[in-house]
């Protein structure tokens, strides 16, 4: 009997979370409404929760998008055109998703963490062969004794890349992937705050927050958990009245960017995957020979 009533505990939680979550992803959207997008990523994140963006200006903003600094362009590129139905092998002039596999380097990675990680999500997004076993050794050789990610090893963990890598590393069947995934997940854990926030470089904020969310639930973590129950309430206590989110709880105006990593969220508690994995193919067919 206890253990039925403990499942539907959770089962009760899962639905209250995916109730507030839809409330908070509409009023996103509103928002939105009134500030219409001017960065890539609200482009994705706007079309990927059911929402509506204007097709050419859209466009617009994404031809600005300088392709030549940095493969989180490529990356962001790509997804913004896949938004607005567009094709990213060829709407540019240029094929993005081999851009990006181009930019591989020989260690593996294709620069600093963050962009290793957008790299992997891109290319298993997009079907784009690449050295997938190579790649996964770099995330893998930022992730440190506590199971924090870190950008480079004299800088410290850093829970906003935690976040990051665990959607990365949601996409390999791998078991040493699987064993990092547990580790950076119990890091969490404990440094969760009691508010069911987190804090990056003692700073309490939403985007991290936003960020452990999101790789949690591409990771498959159950939120309706007793450690975990806490976090998505949390994060929309950030939400002003026009719909954007503060990045600081004192904060009295919205943060674009914690707005479109807070919409990212809601949108992967609501769909249990972030737009960044979903439709990505098995990881094992992407392996390049």
């Not at 929760?49 to 617009?60: C, I, K, M, R």
């Not at 298993?124 to 870190?150: M, P, V, W």
Request: glycine content about 8%; charged content about 25%.
């Amino acid at each position: 009997m206890k253990k039925r009533t403990t499942a539907l505990f959770c089962v009760v939680i899962l639905i209250v979370a995916a109730l507030s979550g839809c409330a908070s992803k509409k009023g996103v959207l509103d928002f939105y409404k009134q500030n219409p997008p001017d960065h890539w990523w609200e482009i994705a994140a706007i079309t990927a929760s059911g929402g509506e963006v204007d097709h050419d200006a859209a466009l617009t903003i994404i031809r600005k998008i300088k392709l030549d600094e940095g493969v989180s362009n490529l990356v962001g590129a790509a997804y913004a055109l896949e938004a607005i139905g567009e094709d990213p092998h060829t709407a540019l002039g240029v094929d993005l998703p081999q851009e990006i596999a181009n930019a591989q380097q020989a260690d593996g990675g294709f620069g600093y963490l963050n962009e290793t990680v957008y790299a992997v999500l891109a290319l298993e997004h997009f079907s784009q062969s690449y050295n997938r076993t190579a790649a996964l050794d770099a995330i893998l050789e930022k992730q440190l004794d506590s199971g924090a990610f870190c950008f480079s090893p004299e800088w410290g963990e850093s829970v906003d890349v935690t976040g990051m890598a665990l959607s990365a590393l949601s996409l390999y069947d791998d078991d040493r992937a699987r064993q990092a995934v547990e580790e950076a997940v119990a890091y969490l854990d404990e440094v969760q705050l009691e508010d069911g926030g987190f804090a990056e470089m003692g700073l309490e904020n939403a985007t991290t927050l936003a960020t452990v969310i999101t790789g949690l639930q591409d990771c498959g973590v159950d939120l309706s958990e007793k450690r975990w129950n806490k976090i998505v309430d949390e994060l929309i206590s950030y939400q002003l009245e026009d719909g954007g989110f503060k990045n600081e709880p004192q904060d009295k105006q919205a943060n674009r960017m914690t707005t479109y990593q807070a919409l990212t969220a809601l949108d992967a508690v609501t769909a249990e995957k972030s737009f960044f994995v979903r439709g990505a193919v098995p990881a094992e067919q992407n392996e390049k020979k």
